[in-house]
């Protein structure tokens, strides 16, 4: 037991680090190209935060366990909001000016809303997952165009900044790029073949693996950069991480992970972890959109305690369930 707890650990650590390194390069090589700020922020650094979910999800679905796989996207979708944002609006509460940002909290609800009516029959089908990755491609289009038609945003503009202040050489840009997505496969490899042992081992379902461990250990990029991004007040970015990370989950890691290996959903699962997904994105969407004034987001203080506290009732349930045999 002890050398796939050390797998974790290790590919977790290599996994943060690659990540980091990857959306680096990523980023660098994009801006010499001239690529705008506002679609730096919304692909590269909005999407690439969920690399790791993709690699280890679909690295999963390859070697037949599924439950890992989605366990992965959709623990994360929950950590990334109850965990990350609440976490990070008690430390720095998040005030939302992009106003795309803000148009991208209704698709997030909406794709949610679609991803449960999904699970309803208990199965991700390699047709579901068509339709998420259909659905994916329509998404980066729109990003595309919205990126490209507006000059001024405020999420482009923390994006502008963060690229002065980190730029570096072409050269090195790619190989930083390279490296970690070399770095990003190899300790996914790691980190879900300790998951899939201590799994075993314990006797506890891969999905709940997927859902704890796994989910949080690669939204650790997310959860850094964040906390970083709020401190320094580009709260755009802190929130465009979580959605972009959202997003990416709901539609391409699961579409991926489900057009490799079609993948079974047990009831209790809908009913506690695909329900506590869909109304912490709903709660999302209401504390985050700006109903309380022109123009305005934000995320104080006391609404980061709550959704932290959905996070912890969440995992003790879980916890619960799992020495009580469901």
Known sequence: MLLPLGAIIAGLVLLVWSAERFI?????????????????????????????ELVVSVLAALQNNPGIALGNAYGSNITNIALILGL??????????????????????????LAGWQLLDGTVSRGDAV?????????????????????????????????????MPLHKAVGWLAFGLALLVASSRILVWGAVEIAQGLGIGDFIIGLTIVAVGTSLPELASSIIAARKGEHDIALGNVLGS????????????????????????????????????????VIGYGF???????????????????????????????????
């Open 24 to 52: 680096d390069g990523a980023s660098s090589t994009a801006h010499h190209f001239k690529m705008p700020p506002l679609l730096i922020g919304m692909i590269i650094v909005g999407f690439g935060t969920s690399a790791p």
């Open 131 to 167: 339709v998420l990755l259909g659905v994916f491609g329509v998404l980066m289009a729109w990003t595309i165009w919205q990126g490209m038609r507006t000059k001024t945003d405020a999420l482009g503009a923390e994006i502008d900044q963060e690229m002065a202040a980190s730029s």
């Open 292 to 326: 309380r004034g022109p123009g305005l987001g934000r995320i104080n203080r006391y609404e980061g305690a709550f959704l932290l506290t959905c996070y912890v009732g969440y995992t003790a349930n879980l916890v619960r369930s799992v020495f009580a045999g469901g």
């Open 88 to 113: 990070t609006a008690v430390i720095s509460p998040i005030a939302v000016h992009s106003r795309v940002l803000r148009m991208e909290l209704p698709i997030l609800t909406a794709i949610t809303a």
């Open 246 to 285: 959202n997003l990416f989950n709901t539609l391409a890691v699961v579409g991926v992970a489900g057009g490799i290996s079609p993948m079974p959903i047990g009831q209790e699962i809908i009913s506690r972890d695909i329900l506590t997904m869909v109304a912490l994105t709903v709660s999302l969407f």
